[in-house]
């Protein structure tokens, strides 16, 4: 039976990529629902078969739905996705899915309580092919033990084309919550590990003083009982790279490593995706532009058979806590000193 | 005149690089004192004019000598330096050139009661060209305040080809104080901080428990009062790169970035020395390979002016300080539990 799923909020251009992902998996598209009557023209226009409706109740309410994508505000989507397991529907949830730690306590309990999933669609793993390829490549024991998960994530701000809530830290989540959560969620994935710690990390303000509740900068160290990561995200990449951002990854393994160029390699070949692998013997670099997204296939499988392949419950859960912990943790180094209501 | 220099320890190849800096810039090499008749043959066979001296002692009390480079064992680094001070001479050391907090201070004090030079050759910025042209691009302001360092420096580890004090903690002074020392100096230097904390730091051994003392992992987090910095050093780097290790550096200005590949660009472009600058309009490739390394003219500048043109005394100190900081209080998180007693 084919899968039916909806969309709530267009906030953020994932949804997007999401939507093709499932799509492609041969998932149908019914409905979508935002008060942005702009983002509402412009997602018909990419996918006119989503009928729109003015009411998200409507969706909750529809028995054809099984899985609702969510991207509301940040600080919108966790209350979305208790109502939408509420209704007996999967959710999947943009990124970041929580702005306060008692909403991830909360979302746990519900999804225990009604059996349902509430996954986070961390589109620097699941939309990008070498990070696919890597993902392959580390379970196939290509460079031995993952020790060190490296992430550089600098992205472009283009302030103008930003909303209102951006720029809130209560509404938004805070640059580390936001940018960070992808890299801690990769930092579990390439290691293997279930269980970790955010041993520090930062936030500063630079550059932006406009902005008194944003951040341009944040960093963490992350530790499992295997593993250490090191994140750091900015609001920082010039204009002259032709590209939103540089992101970065290195894996360092007990016997090689590998480095993805996410985006664009700077003066280097076109386009993104581009993985390099140095092992014992030798060097590879492997272009993975072309390679398929197995992420829609992965979460209408497991939509149908209960299954977790695209991404674990406890995962999806702990992953955003870290990023929640980390951001809440942080010591402001630049900027404002105004201390701002703690997310939690 | 012509100043003259000696060389006292040949305890790693570092001291090839500072040999030729110094004569490169006019310099006279007159003599040379090493236990280890292996290295001396070696070095004597590339700098035929140094006099091999049996005495050490002969050199501190020869007094055509002004600058005195000193490569012994790490641990017996600073003491050497304490004694060509109270011989009226300047100082160069390998790096490290402190394995523990109390030589520093003591270094410190002599070193103001002499005014002599205590200089520290931090290869990896002073005989790196890529290093040298990213300081001018940066003092140039092409990408603006720079507000984070990233720095990686693995190693390949041969460790058939290591002398035992390598693996001890005590006479090698410990992975962060040996290798990060680097990337600590490079941070104060780029961001231009004259005090800085170490924030965090971690060691490991994760994959040679036949060295209990050694530690193949280690990184900190480092953070001043106008920028953060982040290094991660390992002996892990795999023997299909060709080359020793892939050491990057990442420079995030407000204007800008720098990314240099000071060693190797895998699978791009050949030789090493790569530097990758782009701002607000435009990238930049620049081989820096053919540019011109200063140091050694400023070094001999610096001891006939008594100026400071090569690496501040307070620079050479801090940084020294900071990497030794970073060692001491690192969070072991593999490998050994054993206790050690601190370096200091």
């Not at 093709?20 to 149908?28: I, K, P």
């Not at 397991?85 to 990124?95: N, S, T, V």
């Not at 830290?169 to 970790?196: K, M, V, W």
């Not at 003066?267 to 993985?275: D, S, V």
Request: with cysteine.
């Amino acid at each position: 039976m084919t899968l039916r799923f909806s969309v709530i909020g267009l906030a953020h251009t994932h949804v997007y990529g999401a939507t093709r992902q499932l799509l492609n998996a041969g998932a149908e598209l019914v409905s979508v629902a935002s008060p942005d009557l702009d983002a509402l023209a412009r997602y018909t226009g990419e996918f006119p078969q989503a009928q729109v409706v003015t009411d998200a109740d409507a969706i909750l309410e529809d028995s054809r739905i099984q899985l609702v994508i969510g991207m509301p505000r940040p600080d919108e989507r966790a209350a979305l996705g208790m109502r939408v397991m509420g209704h007996g529907k999967d959710y999947l949830a943009g990124k970041p899915a929580f702005t306060t730690l008692e909403q991830v306590q909360t979302a746990r309990k519900i999804q225990q309580e009604t059996g349902r999933k509430f996954m986070v669609y961390f589109s620097e793993r699941f939309a990008n092919p070498a990070t696919v390829k890597a993902g392959e490549l580390v379970a196939a024991g290509a460079i031995g033990s993952v020790i060190h998960t490296l992430g550089i994530g600098p992205h472009s701000l283009n302030h103008a084309s930003r909303p209102d809530w951006f720029f809130s830290r209560e509404q938004g989540g805070g640059i580390l919550n936001d940018l960070a959560s992808h890299q801690i969620d990769q930092f579990l994935y390439f290691t293997g590990s279930t269980s970790a710690e955010i041993v520090t990390s930062q936030i500063a303000n630079y550059q932006h003083p406009q902005f008194p509740e944003f951040d341009d900068f944040g960093d963490l160290v992350i530790r499992s009982d295997r593993a250490a990561g090191y994140v750091r995200v900015d609001w920082f990449s010039p204009g002259g790279l032709g590209a939103w951002g540089d992101v970065r990854l290195f894996l360092t393994g007990t016997e090689g490593t590998i480095e993805l160029r996410k985006i664009v390699d700077v003066q280097g070949r076109p386009g993104g995706n581009h993985l390099f692998l140095v092992n014992g013997s030798q060097q590879e670099y492997i272009n993975c532009s072309d390679m398929p997204l197995p992420f829609g296939a992965q979460v209408v499988a497991d939509v149908r058979n209960r299954t977790e392949t695209a991404i674990p419950q406890a995962h999806t859960f702990l992953a955003s806590e870290l990023a929640l912990q980390a951001q809440i943790r942080a010591v402001r180094v630049a900027g404002e000193s105004l201390q701002h209501p703690p997310l939690s």
